[in-house]
């Protein structure tokens, strides 16, 4: 799966939980992520810069990166 492909992906997860408020969102978006997302792609998204990313996605997204360092 290409790194297009997983922000499309992140951002429409990210999309979805918008509703719940910023601060939960991205709280759920990545539970989201560590939950159910292959390990080869969340190091694919941990490793690329975020570009595309919406700011939600992004949030969350960086919030993964301690736990899988």
Avoid: C, F, S
């Amino acid at each position: 799966m290409d790194l297009a492909q997983l922000t499309y992906m992140a951002n429409q997860i990210a999309r979805n939980l918008a509703a719940q408020g910023e601060a939960a969102a991205i709280e759920a978006t990545r539970q989201h992520l560590a939950d159910y997302w292959d390990p080869r792609m969340k190091a694919a998204i941990i490793a690329a810069d975020g570009a595309g990313l919406d700011p939600i996605a992004r949030a969350a997204v960086e919030r993964l990166r301690p736990a899988a360092e």
